[in-house]
């Protein structure tokens, strides 16, 4: 029964989620100097050997990339790790403005207390990463240029920090062309696919049942960001971000086939490894479609066909030709590294790499019925349509008679 | 006359042998169902029958679990295209054992299948258990030791069934489910249902004091034969069964596509909340 509530309360919370990712990052005192740890956390002494009975890496279990470490450096940041004090300094630092938006009085407060409902990071565990920024190349943590884009562009399309851009419309710094495009395609009924509710500018207001018109945020379900809507997570696809809450996930292996369960909006990723192509490039799946094999001891992850609709954030603008390399390296009983390489000639100048730890977690992962238990949406809309009712009837009694 | 009396007990002698050739070679076919099923599913590397793959039933049943003819369309305006194809049902005895009080709630549901408040697959809703199990979109096994998992294309649905027996937390849609093997026989036993689901669009039920033990075993390389005893003491009179086969999906390259289905119920959801109705 909690979980329910939690789920509800989570869809209507992304927004609120997208606000602390964003918030700007405060010096931290002392963490100018560039003294490096020798225990970069990537690089155990000796490599993990464990087995599936098919004689594969055994990566299955429960695991958490919970963590506070943006995607991109902070621009105040000039080095690659944090001491562990620092670290434990920084959690702090971002904890405390979680729970500042839960204030009496602030806005954040009417959604939910972070603290109370488990919503706020420091109360899972933490991955303790030590990286300053998950971007390892370009080797200055921060995403590489636009192609065709002004040259310097530091932190380039807003959005990406702290677990990235969730809901979509709007969040980046509009590469134009991809939501607006692709939101004036399909003429009156709706039929933007794009994320950019402000894209179609002549649409009705509240578009059709295919979404993307105009208009308010709240006109039409149609008009709220899809993660408010439990269609897609940002910790499933492109790449596997931490989520602001519920940042669990379930590896199972099974013959030829690798599958990992997302907690957070209930994801489910199946990820051949048996050599098999991947499917047509007319199929465009929300989560994109995956292909895997084995090097070693790491499981490597080709994504490519993401439905554009995902692409939001900083993978706002990408052209068809977005692929994402996963590598998945177990590196002890206790943790795996995530890699993610991210390609696409049309969009950057050069492809870019990041890397996280995953940790365990205990079991089980419980159903996370989000779409079901959405009661949210229906209350705010109902709540707005109320509104909108109560100002007509106040304009119509304001008028001279 | 003599050479006639003769024969008769010969004849009978013949038949006794016959019809006590016929009892030995049942009884052994009988006996041999139960222990040792004429087919021996490949092993995966642990050693147990390997039902990984791609599977779906070819059969009407999620239009109706009961046997059926052909009915009229839910929305008219759809024709014969929504029309319900006939089904000869994958219910044991062909009906369904429900209380009084239960068949007066089936019979409401029928009446608003196709509206907001009706069949929860309008609305993209987990479809439950044993639904997903018949619901005309592929479903994949991936078969692990500790845990097997069924993920399924209608919405994103998945089953985690516990080869360890694990206590379910709470109340959900799928249901906790607990596995074993009992010989070639993958047998599962899922309850902490929500109650919400159905069984077809047509309004069959339970409660969320179902409990359902299903049996999955292979009887060819492409074919599974499931079978599911159905308990739910408040809808229904007395457990009953629900059987039909999974077949495997051959094509080349067969994969569990995507259906996620949220945005094409809102507008049955959400759509009367719009500022701006659709013409």
């Given at each position: 029964m909690?979980?329910?509530c939690?789920?509800?309360?989570?869809?209507?919370?992304?927004?609120v989620?997208?606000?602390?990712?964003l918030?700007?990052?405060?010096?931290?005192?002392?963490?100018a100097?560039?003294a490096q740890?020798k225990?970069?956390?990537a690089?155990?002494?000796k490599?993990?050997t464990?087995?599936?009975?098919d004689?594969?890496?055994?990566l299955?279990g429960?695991?958490?990339?919970?963590?506070?470490?943006?995607?991109t450096?902070?621009?105040?940041?000039?080095?690659?790790?944090?001491?562990?004090?620092e670290l434990?300094a920084?959690?702090?630092?971002r904890?405390?403005?979680?729970?500042e938006?839960?204030?009496?009085?602030?806005?954040?407060?009417?959604?939910?207390?972070f603290?109370?409902f488990g919503?706020?990071?420091?109360?899972?565990r933490?991955?303790?990463?030590?990286?300053?920024?998950?971007?390892i190349?370009?080797?200055n943590?921060q995403?590489?240029?636009?192609?065709?884009?002004?040259?310097?562009?530091?932190?380039?399309?807003?959005?990406?920090?702290?677990?990235g851009?969730?809901?979509?419309?709007?969040?980046?710094?509009?590469?134009?062309a991809?939501g607006?495009a692709?939101?004036?395609?399909?003429?009156?009924?709706g039929?933007?696919?794009?994320?950019?509710?402000?894209?179609?500018?002549p649409?009705a207001?509240?578009?059709?049942?295919?979404g993307?018109?105009?208009?308010?945020?709240?006109?039409?379900?149609?008009?709220?960001p899809?993660?408010?809507r439990c269609?897609?997570?940002?910790?499933?696809?492109?790449?596997m971000?931490?989520p602001?809450y519920?940042?669990?996930?379930?590896?199972?292996?099974?013959?030829?086939?690798?599958?990992?369960l997302?907690e957070n909006?209930?994801?489910?990723?199946?990820?051949p490894?048996?050599?098999?192509?991947?499917?047509p490039s007319?199929v465009?799946?929300?989560?994109?479609?995956?292909?895997?094999?084995?090097?070693?001891?790491?499981?490597v992850?080709?994504?490519?066909n993401?439905?554009?609709?995902?692409?939001?954030?900083?993978?706002?603008?990408?052209s068809?030709?977005?692929?994402?390399?996963?590598?998945?390296?177990?590196?002890?009983?206790?943790?795996f590294?995530?890699?993610?390489?991210?390609?696409d000639p049309?969009?950057?100048?050069q492809?870019?790499?990041?890397e996280?730890?995953?940790?365990?977690?205990?079991?089980?992962?419980?159903?996370h019925?989000c779409?079901?238990g959405?009661?949210g949406?229906?209350?705010?809309?109902?709540?707005?349509?109320?509104e909108?009712?109560?100002?007509?009837?106040?304009?119509?009694?304001?008028?001279p008679? | 006359?003599?050479?006639r009396?003769?024969?008769?007990?010969l004849?009978?002698?013949?038949?006794?042998?016959?019809?006590?050739?016929?009892?030995?070679l049942?009884?052994?076919?009988?006996?041999?169902?139960?222990?040792?099923?004429?087919?021996?599913?490949p092993?995966?590397?642990?050693?147990?029958?390997?039902?990984?793959?791609?599977?779906?039933?070819?059969?009407?049943a999620?239009w109706?679990?009961?046997?059926?003819?052909?009915?009229?369309?839910?929305?008219?305006?759809?024709?014969?295209?929504?029309?319900m194809?006939?089904?000869?049902?994958i219910?044991?005895?062909?009906?369904?054992?429900y209380?009084?009080?239960?068949?007066?709630k089936?019979?409401?549901?029928?009446?608003k299948?196709?509206?907001?408040?009706?069949?929860?697959?309008?609305?993209?809703y987990l479809?439950?258990?044993?639904?997903?199990m018949?619901q005309?979109m592929?479903?994949?096994?991936?078969?692990?030791?500790?845990y097997?998992?069924?993920?399924?294309?209608?919405?994103?649905?998945?089953?985690?069934i516990?080869?360890?027996?694990?206590p379910g937390?709470?109340?959900s849609?799928?249901g906790?489910?607990?596995g074993k093997?009992e010989?070639?026989t993958?047998?599962?036993?899922?309850?902490?249902?929500?109650g919400?689901a159905?069984?077809?669009?047509?309004?069959?039920?339970?409660?969320?004091?179902?409990h359902?033990?299903?049996?999955?075993?292979a009887s060819?390389?492409?074919?599974?034969?499931?079978?599911?005893?159905?308990?739910?003491?408040?809808?229904?009179?007395?457990?009953?069964?629900?059987?039909?086969?999974l077949?495997?999906?051959?094509?080349a390259?067969?994969?569990?596509?995507?259906?996620k289905?949220?945005?094409f119920?809102?507008?049955?959801?959400?759509?009367?909340?719009?500022?701006v109705?659709l013409?």
């Amino acid at each position: 029964m909690n979980c329910r509530c939690l789920a509800t309360l989570g869809a209507m919370a992304l927004a609120v989620g997208v606000a602390a990712g964003l918030m700007a990052p405060q010096p931290i005192a002392g963490q100018a100097q560039s003294a490096q740890p020798k225990a970069a956390a990537a690089t155990p002494a000796k490599p993990w050997t464990g087995k599936t009975p098919d004689g594969v890496p055994d990566l299955q279990g429960y695991w958490t990339n919970n963590s506070y470490t943006p995607l991109t450096r902070p621009q105040n940041v000039t080095k690659e790790f944090f001491t562990p004090e620092e670290l434990a300094a920084d959690n702090k630092r971002r904890a405390a403005q979680q729970a500042e938006q839960t204030e009496p009085g602030t806005t954040a407060d009417v959604h939910y207390d972070f603290t109370q409902f488990g919503l706020d990071r420091s109360q899972t565990r933490l991955t303790d990463n030590l990286r300053t920024s998950m971007i390892i190349d370009p080797p200055n943590g921060q995403l590489p240029a636009r192609v065709g884009a002004a040259a310097a562009a530091p932190g380039g399309g807003g959005g990406a920090r702290g677990g990235g851009a969730r809901g979509g419309g709007g969040a980046a710094a509009a590469p134009g062309a991809a939501g607006g495009a692709r939101g004036a395609a399909a003429g009156a009924g709706g039929g933007a696919r794009g994320g950019g509710a402000a894209a179609a500018a002549p649409a009705a207001a509240g578009g059709g049942a295919r979404g993307g018109g105009g208009g308010n945020q709240y006109d039409s379900v149609q008009n709220i960001p899809i993660g408010s809507r439990c269609i897609w997570t940002n910790s499933a696809a492109p790449i596997m971000m931490p989520p602001g809450y519920n940042p669990a996930y379930q590896i199972s292996q099974g013959p030829g086939v690798v599958m990992i369960l997302i907690e957070n909006q209930h994801e489910v990723r199946i990820i051949p490894t048996d050599n098999r192509p991947h499917a047509p490039s007319a199929v465009k799946p929300w989560l994109g479609d995956s292909t895997g094999h084995w090097e070693g001891n790491t499981l490597v992850v080709e994504t490519v066909n993401y439905n554009p609709r995902t692409l939001t954030g900083n993978f706002a603008g990408t052209s068809d030709q977005l692929k994402v390399t996963e590598r998945f390296t177990r590196t002890s009983e206790d943790s795996f590294t995530y890699r993610f390489t991210v390609e696409d000639p049309k969009t950057w100048v050069q492809p870019w790499t990041g890397e996280m730890p995953f940790v365990k977690i205990n079991g089980p992962i419980f159903e996370h019925a989000c779409h079901e238990g959405n009661y949210g949406i229906a209350n705010t809309l109902q709540a707005v349509r109320n509104e909108e009712k109560k100002a007509a009837e106040a304009a119509k009694a304001a008028q001279p008679k | 006359m003599r050479s006639r009396l003769w024969t008769i007990p010969l004849i009978v002698a013949t038949a006794c042998t016959v019809m006590l050739v016929e009892v030995v070679l049942h009884g052994q076919a009988r006996g041999a169902a139960q222990t040792a099923p004429a087919y021996r599913a490949p092993r995966t590397a642990d050693g147990k029958p390997n039902l990984s793959g791609i599977w779906q039933s070819m059969n009407e049943a999620n239009w109706n679990i009961e046997p059926h003819s052909a009915d009229f369309p839910r929305i008219l305006a759809m024709g014969a295209a929504d029309a319900m194809p006939p089904g000869a049902g994958i219910v044991d005895g062909g009906t369904i054992p429900y209380l009084p009080a239960a068949l007066t709630k089936r019979k409401e549901n029928y009446d608003k299948r196709a509206t907001r408040e009706g069949d929860p697959e309008i609305r993209c809703y987990l479809p439950g258990v044993p639904r997903a199990m018949y619901q005309n979109m592929p479903f994949q096994i991936i078969q692990g030791t500790d845990y097997i998992m069924m993920a399924f294309q209608y919405a994103g649905a998945l089953r985690t069934i516990y080869m360890k027996p694990t206590p379910g937390p709470a109340d959900s849609w799928m249901g906790w489910s607990n596995g074993k093997w009992e010989g070639e026989t993958l047998v599962i036993d899922t309850k902490d249902f929500n109650g919400l689901a159905w069984f077809d669009r047509v309004g069959n039920f339970a409660s969320d004091k179902l409990h359902v033990v299903e049996r999955i075993t292979a009887s060819s390389p492409d074919h599974l034969d499931y079978e599911a005893t159905i308990e739910d003491p408040q809808t229904f009179s007395r457990p009953w069964k629900i059987s039909f086969p999974l077949y495997r999906r051959k094509e080349a390259n067969a994969r569990l596509l995507e259906f996620k289905c949220v945005e094409f119920s809102e507008e049955v959801i959400y759509g009367h909340l719009r500022k701006v109705p659709l013409n």
